[in-house]
């Protein structure tokens, strides 16, 4: 198992500009999530790709977009950046839609 | 959207056993029980989870209430290793979403 790798490790950006964040899932896990974490807070969910195809979604605008590929990469794309999108995005990966997930180490975006 | 109640903070001290509460009183019958720890700067590592039945693992065992609208994360012997923020949340299968609390902070004293 290689376990999930996320890119890049800190990015900052400018208010209003749009970031793309990239994750690499282990072989075989199906079912990517990804999460935002402000500081102090637990990770709250933004959506959920199963076989490339969201199947759930958080409380998150449609500026919160993904994608999910076949060879177990996926993307998280904000648009519109705002101060308060500063936060650790986290990428979660798990086989199916009922077993553990592997979290990455995440993305720390600081948008100013 | 199913949510989690924990206590914020909980202490114990190195090698005894650590009982870690969870409510989740409006889980659904398509919810599964997760638990994960979290260590500063790190994302989170999964612990154990569970649908109706009690569960062990090599990390913990995961004691669920019979009517599933609480569970309890033990930690057999405590180590300083142990200290994270834990997580209960709930994994819904159709719905494709996880929800997390703000999870209890472990503090293990030598």
């Known amino acids: 198992e290689t376990g999930v790798t996320q890119s890049p490790t800190h990015l900052i950006k400018t208010r209003g500009q749009q970031v793309t964040l990239r994750c690499s899932s282990q072989?075989?896990?199906?079912?990517v999530s990804w999460y935002q974490q402000a500081l102090g807070q637990g990770p709250q969910f933004i959506f959920q790709y199963y076989r490339e195809e969201e199947n759930g979604r958080g409380n998150f605008p449609p500026r919160f977009s993904g994608l999910q590929f076949p060879n177990y990469s996926s993307e998280l794309n904000v648009n519109a950046l705002e101060l308060d999108d500063s936060a650790l995005y986290l990428c979660a990966s798990s086989p199916d839609r009922i077993r553990g997930y592997t979290f990455g180490s995440g993305t720390r975006l600081t948008v100013v | 959207d199913a949510k989690t109640t924990q206590p914020n903070s909980m202490e114990s001290n190195e090698e005894e056993p650590v009982h870690l509460p969870c409510n989740h009183s409006t889980i659904s019958g398509t919810d599964y029980i997760h638990w994960y720890r979290q260590l500063p700067s790190q994302g989170p590592e999964y612990v154990i989870h569970g649908l109706t039945s009690n569960v062990n693992n090599r990390m913990a065992s995961l004691a669920i209430a019979e009517d599933r609208k609480s569970s309890t994360l033990i930690l057999h012997r405590a180590t300083l290793r142990d200290a994270a923020v834990y997580y209960c949340i709930l994994r819904d299968d159709n719905a494709g979403k996880s929800t997390f609390g703000d999870g209890t902070t472990l503090t293990v004293k030598p």
């Open positions: 072989s075989g896990h199906n079912t």
